[in-house]
């Protein structure tokens, strides 16, 4: 048995040892103080405490068998007191016997007050291992939960950055190739574009939440570089107060979501591409038409949508609205506040 296993049980025996004496003392007011009775009473009340304590301890721990405190509280509780009621009627039963053979006294005929005080004890030493295991069960719910939600942004912030388009580094260095043919300085600017990205990826994780400020400077990188390569066939235009800059957003969604539209639609002197960011609300929305193009087996995903959607669960009660009614591809995000 470990130190701490019996630190605890000896703690719980000297409070045992305190109930037990104040109790006995309690009982023998109306009664003789000569010392063979007033040992009789504390023994009697001591072992009534061992046996109701220790015994509803055991039981529970059988009853967390059955069902848990977490999984099924309403179960557990009425199984609980169904078990301890029927463990304590029987352990009296059992004392009762015992003290008449051992010392000679029948705890239900000589003493009523000893039978209401155990009826008592019963009920306050089930009351206090059922609220102990509440008060253990909910901040051991609450602890996992917290864990969860930091395991689960974690992973999906590695996710994130496993999963920024491999097609876009490639796509960009064929951009820079040819800007340093023909712009030097232009590709010196995009470089440091270029870095600014994925700086700001790497640094990702770092944070839960953004303010749209800070995510729109991120984008105006990712924009900058995008507008190189498709120049006038690709346009984002951005109509955002202060007040909706000033609230937050999870990092890096809205340049998911910019790539989603590049990913998917066609980008042609024809059709370019036009994606308007604006608030709606207590939302920020990311429209574009749609233009929808071919894509190759495996590439027709919605993982940046769903790895968005799963982000949001875990930060806010309003879900993400996706509209497609066939003309236009609207995503609507919750706007964020931090307390």
């Known amino acids: 048995m470990s ?3 019996l630190k605890k049980i000896g703690k719980e025996l000297l409070l045992i040892f305190l109930l037990s004496s104040i109790m006995a003392y309690l009982m ?3 009664y003789p103080q000569e010392w063979e009775y ?3 009473r504390f023994l009697i009340t001591y072992i009534i405490w061992l046996v109701m304590w220790f015994g509803n301890a055991y039981v529970s721990h059988l009853m967390d068998k059955v069902y848990t405190w977490l999984k099924d509280p309403g179960k557990r509780l009425a199984l609980g007191i169904f078990a301890s009621a029927v463990y304590s009627v029987l352990a009296m039963l059992a004392l009762k016997k015992i003290f008449v053979m051992a010392i000679g006294i029948n705890i239900t ?3 009523p007050v000893i039978l209401t005080l155990t009826a008592g004890i ?4 089930i009351s206090a291992m059922y609220l102990k295991q509440f008060l253990y069960a909910w901040r051991t719910l609450a602890l996992q939960e917290v864990q969860m939600k930091s395991e689960v942004l974690t992973a999906n912030f590695e996710m994130l950055k496993s999963q920024v388009n491999p097609h876009f580094m490639f796509n960009s260095l064929n951009t820079l190739t040819s800007l340093i043919y023909q712009n030097q300085d232009l590709a010196a600017k995009y470089v440091g574009q270029l870095s600014n990205v994925y700086r700001s990826v790497l640094a990702s994780g770092k944070n839960k939440v953004v303010t749209v400020e800070e995510e729109l400077k991120t984008l105006d990188s990712y924009i900058f570089l995008q507008s190189i390569r498709f120049e006038d066939r690709f346009h984002v235009e951005i109509e955002l107060s202060n007040n909706s800059k000033n609230k937050y957003i999870p990092p890096m969604v809205l340049q998911m979501l910019i790539e989603n539209c590049i990913k998917h639609n066609e980008i042609t002197e024809d059709n ?3 994606i308007s960011v604006f608030a709606e609300g207590e939302m920020i929305c990311v429209k574009n038409k749609i233009a929808q193009k071919q894509v190759l087996p495996g590439d027709n995903s919605n993982i940046g949508l769903t790895n968005i959607k ?3 669960q875990l930060l806010s009660d309003t879900p993400v609205i996706i509209v497609d009614d066939g003309n236009e591809f609207i995503v609507k995000l919750p706007l964020l506040t931090v307390e």
């Open 28 to 30: 023998g007011m109306n």
């Open 310 to 312: 799963a982000r949001y």
């Open 109 to 111: 005929d000589n003493s």
């Open 272 to 274: 370019p591409l036009v």
């Open 3 to 5: 130190k701490q296993k």
């Open 122 to 125: 019963s009920v306050l030493v």
């Open 38 to 40: 007033a040992w009789k």
